[in-house]
């Protein structure tokens, strides 16, 4: 692996993407023994880890959108990093197939003859059903792909040298295109997580995965800078003060995660409603209290009293250590989102947790870094591009 | 009484550059003078970052046991009535007062310590005695050195603010008040 640091590109990128590629499969393998034990754990394991890549390419979607909407000066350095993310999304279809197979397993509302007698799910019938429900994650997956194509069409014509007005027309897919991002993430998110408990609702809980998957893209951006810049890449490019603003965001979107989900609970909590507290009435059974209570701790308090200090923001080992924290914090949420379907009782770990993450996360860098490395890794006409490694913090 | 010396400068630029050979030489008690706001002019006055933080979180804190002290006390203690089914000492409930008093105190005490460490509100200062500084809010880069700086002395002062290309030098008389 070389960087050519006048051209930004990185030659012989394969050999790293092939360890990516080869370690995501071998464990994919394992977990498909797995599959053999013990079908029901393997789907629902699988299935956090799906969401988990899902949402880190949903939040490279959003960050992309933003930075095209708001013509953000600082981004512009890093910005292939999220527009990679965002390309990867598509590529999740093929991942989502085992979930087809496993919704019996997963999704209580596919049982015909149960819902046929529940007075509540027979109403929601005509939107919790099979074919409804494969229509709709095709649509996201169109979407995704659609946005993501134009995008990266645009932005790679840029590289080209048609400067002029690439920013016009980048605008004109984002506006439309957020609003896309918004209604696709929301209804993912009703689909395949918020429906594993059919009869429970939240009208909310769309922006709860929007947080979590803003946070996970933005820790992943800083992780992956430090990255590359310990391989003598974006050495000189990419500075302190890009890092203070990574640390900035994680912060304010810890304390969103922590409002929305605050905001969520208190309501149910005000209303107790049965059909709505039942959710958390069964994160309340025992480990799973104990999870619910380290969610708070580690997923919100931990982050905000270290991030709030403007020098902690400032060194890259505690923003390392923030942004693998929030890492492992968004996949213990969502894993706290799925799993009391299966386990009621208390929290269970199952080997095969790890084995889907690591092979669908495998894979996912395998994808991520082949196409990461198959442009210029910085926009390199954009007249933006000087101002961008210049920038200062405040 | 002599408060201090104004020079004026041509363009943000040489404000700037100016405003660094001023820290350079050692004076602290100094101030530019600019129609708009001139980035990296903190750095270049060798400005310390704001102590306000500090304050605000003291605040906002003491807001927060505030709201908290005053709902726990009269839902628990003073007036201890069941509402819709919730126990007396309901700490879900309380958190959206302790937040919104959190955020209110904050946010007063930031106005409130931004105005004292710019020793605000005020009437008057030495600077308007010049007829020259009018042009500050038009087209105008000023440096004023006030003459409580260690430094300060009317002839070298002086000579160091030409020396560096400041122009129209005038001292200025008059007290603070």
């Not at chain 1, 080869?22 to 394991?45: D, I, K, M, P, R």
């Not at chain 1, 048609?162 to 016009?168: A, K, L, P, V």
């Not at chain 1, 213990?332 to 009621?344: E, F, K, N």
């Not at chain 2, 003291?58 to 839902?75: D, E, M, R, V």
Request: hydrophobic share 50%.
């Amino acid at each position: 692996m070389k960087f050519d640091s006048t051209t930004y590109r990185i030659s012989n990128p394969e050999p790293l993407g092939r360890k990516f590629l080869y370690t995501g499969l071998v464990f994919l393998l394992l977990s498909a023994f797995g599959w053999v034990t013990n079908h029901e754990q393997f789907y629902f394991s699988y299935l956090v880890s799906f969401m988990f890549f899902i949402t880190l390419g949903l939040g490279g979607l959003f960050v992309t959108l933003i930075h095209y909407l708001t013509h953000s000066v600082w981004t512009i350095v890093v910005k292939r990093i999220p527009e990679t993310a965002m390309r990867t999304l598509p590529w999740m279809a093929i991942f989502f197939i085992p979930i087809i197979f496993g919704m019996h397993d997963l999704y209580h509302w596919t049982d015909y003859d149960a819902v046929a007698q529940d007075a509540i799910l027979s109403k929601k019938v005509g939107y919790l059903n099979t074919p409804f429900f494969l229509i709709r994650a095709a649509v996201y997956f169109v979407i995704w792909f659609g946005l993501g194509s134009l995008i990266h069409k645009f932005s790679i014509q840029q590289d080209e040298g048609h400067e002029s007005d690439i920013y016009q027309r980048l605008r004109r897919v984002a506006a439309p295109g957020m609003f896309l991002f918004a209604l696709s993430l929301t209804f993912a998110s009703f689909d395949w997580l918020m429906s594993l408990d059919p009869h429970w609702y939240s009208t909310i809980f769309g922006v709860y995965i929007f947080s979590g998957s803003y946070l996970t893209i933005i820790a992943f951006m800083t992780l992956f800078t430090m990255f590359i810049q310990r391989r003598g890449i974006l050495k000189n490019e990419v500075t302190i003060e890009h890092y203070h603003d990574f640390g900035k965001l994680l912060f304010a979107f810890t304390v969103f995660w922590a409002y929305i989900a605050g905001s969520q609970y208190f309501l149910i909590w005000y209303g107790n409603i049965p059909e709505e507290t039942v959710w958390f009435l069964h994160r309340w059974e025992g480990s799973w209290k104990s999870m619910s209570l380290f969610l708070i701790f580690a997923h919100f308090a931990v982050p905000f009293l270290v991030l709030i200090f403007r020098a902690s923001k400032r060194n890259k080992t505690v923003l390392f250590a923030m942004a693998s924290l929030i890492l492992i914090m968004q996949f213990i949420d969502l894993y706290w989102i799925v799993m009391p379907t299966l386990h009621h009782h208390g929290v269970h770990f199952s080997w095969m947790d790890i084995t889907t993450f690591v092979g669908i996360g495998g894979v996912f860098l395998f994808l991520f870094w082949k196409n990461f490395t198959a442009n210029a890794i910085v926009p390199v006409k954009d007249e933006k591009l000087q101002d961008s490694i210049k920038f200062l913090n405040p | 009484m002599i408060h201090g010396i104004l020079a004026e400068f041509r363009n943000p630029l040489d404000l700037m550059h100016a405003a660094e050979k001023v820290r350079d030489a050692g004076y602290n008690k100094f101030d530019c003078h600019s129609p708009f706001p001139v980035h990296g002019m903190d750095q270049a006055m060798g400005l310390k970052r704001s102590k306000l933080g500090f304050v605000i979180a003291f605040f906002a804190i003491l807001g927060g046991l505030i709201g908290f002290a005053l709902q726990s006390w009269t839902h628990s203690i003073a007036y201890p009535l069941t509402i819709s089914g919730k126990p007396l000492f309901a700490w879900q409930a309380y958190i959206i007062i302790i937040f919104a008093l959190f955020v209110l105190f904050g946010a007063i005490s930031a106005v409130l310590g931004m105005l004292h460490f710019n020793r605000l509100p005020r009437f008057h200062h030495p600077v308007f005695y010049s007829e020259n500084f009018k042009k500050a809010t038009d087209d105008g880069f000023f440096i004023s050195i006030e003459s409580e700086d260690s430094k300060f002395s009317d002839t070298e002062t002086k000579s160091f603010l030409e020396s560096i290309g400041g122009d129209n030098v005038e001292l200025l008389e008059g007290d603070d008040e």
